[in-house]
């Protein structure tokens, strides 16, 4: 006797993450013993089905072969036939399977409408309620896909756990990316204590807490051990809590051995003709606009040597008119879209195109396309700028760096080798668009208190440097701290742990995004910048100084740690580098009692700095190429063997 088709149930939420949008038939029934005649053909079983007369397995079978066969559409009018002329106990599943076929047709109207016939035959049908939240948010439904996750969580009785599972995750993620941190936080608590060893929901939940400053971020919950919560961590994350470079190598491992897939044996370079005339360099990004990447980029490809070098983008960055946008577009002489396309694909457009040198902007940060470096598209892969650390990606072989941000203590913790730069690794755009300077009563500051700032995201913000900001105000009267406020939950949860500090809470400053001149106009409003520890500032670090703001730092172990200190030694500004606590706070502290110091900082800023090695871009721009010539060039020779 064949099992029942309900016995293979759904494959939605068996393994529940918080990225996972996938849609699912239910299974058709197992192979049937070697005596049953084989399928009918297509014909026979849509007629078989318009009187009544096929059985549920076999609809399903043929169905799937159907599908298989790319006859999508004859897969979805067997089914409606079979759900009109059969009267079935189980004709919900059909209906749910129905549904699918049109789902992946396109046709979502018809889905949902199958899925809904679903569930009035069985209301307590999760799979249909899962994928008719999918269709939902597909659609841009953010409520009704939480409604009809929602009910799977009310239900009673309880639905199965891993459709409970896949309800929570889901809608966390789509409350995460909709900003609605507490909501989603409470999500993944219920989550993870249904079930504790989920590592993706693990990550999500560390992160959002980062995103709130509520600290501590690992705050226990159900059977979440604390080697779960280490290994769960995502690599960004790790970096803005631990400055450990061996941990924050497990990290990058972990998600490659997990999430990108096994590279080919072959490179794909090698199966291309001989290289020849003016090196090739591809960036390779998905950020490549008003993003801290985009932001720094467009004079690196607006300078390149176009005598001795092609200058190649390959990247899925969305279109706009932005400025920034604009910039690099016009700086490339030539623009590969790579939206859409599939990883290998991709790869193929590389390597078809002779890149020597591919220069990956991206790393593992949100967005990337990783597989594609797998596939070793070019002879010489190289990451720059997206990702400040090792990726532990196989086919990436160099990092761009300064022997500040990677002294030969880091190197056992890199999979890359290094190419360094003789004074900062960090390109940055002597084009930034400024608006006029503000008064200080625009943004609420006070106009006889020494300012200081951090504009770093707030998910760099840890408990141990708040503490260490909150003891740098107590000890400098009449100052305040200016901070960007990336969402309300983080703007609380600061101020209340400011006032637990002793500090009041207006002393705290709050500043909202604005467009990119504003932001830049405004650093000339503060005194003196404070950096995040062990998450650097980068971007904002170059900013800052641009705009003439000296920047307090702490440099550790990481390459992520040492990023502002590579840029105050460019810029000639090394005994603003402190090598640990105590050291940072003490030097904040005796520049905030100092208005005369911050003001001789200032004064070197706008007189030497602007022509210091740290924006000399024709410079650093020369000095990279260097590099990439020589390692295109061994290349070529040793593919010419």
Known sequence: MRASPLAALPRIGQTPTLNSRMESAIAPAPPAPPTTAAPAPAGAALAAAQVGRLGLPELMDRAQALQGAGDGAGAAALYEAWIAHTDSPLRHAACFNWGTVLSALGRNVEAEAAYRRALETQPSFAPARINLGHLHERRGDVEGALAAWRAILEAQPPAPLEHRLHALNNSARMLETARRYPEAEALMRRSLELKAGQLDVIQHYVHIRQKQCAWPHDLPVGEVTPNQFLVGTSLLATMGLRDDPALQLLAAQRFVHERVPKAPLQPLHARMPPRSGRIRIGYLSGDLHMHAVGLLTPELFELHDRSRFEVWGFCWTPESEQRERRRIVDAMDHLVHLAGVDDATAAKLIAQAGIDVLVDLQGLTSGA???????????????YLGLPGTSALPGVDWMVADRYVMPDALLPYCTERPIYLPHCYQVSDRRREVAPRP????????EGAFVYCSFNNN?????EMFGAWMRILAAVDGSVLWLLADNDTARANLQREAAAQG?????????????????????QLADLMLDTFPFNAGTTASDALWMGTP???????????RMAGSLLSAVGLPDL?????????????????????VASYKRYLAEQGRASPLFDMPAIVRELEAEFERLALAARKAASA
């Open 459 to 463: 998910h760099k913000f840890t408990a």
């Open 369 to 383: 396309r990783p597989a594609i470096l797998g596939h070793r598209a070019a002879p010489v892969q190289v990451s």
């Open 551 to 561: 920047i307090v730092t702490r440099s550790g172990r990481s390459y992520i740690s």
């Open 577 to 597: 580098i402190a090598d640990d606590l105590a050291g940072y706070e003490r030097l904040a502290i005796a520049i905030g009692r100092n208005p005369a110091r």
């Open 503 to 523: 500090i009041a809470p207006e002393r705290l400053v709050f500043a909202g995004r604005v467009a990119p001149p504003e932001y830049l106009a405004r650093f």
């Open 439 to 446: 008064e200080r009563a625009r943004y609420g500051l006070p």
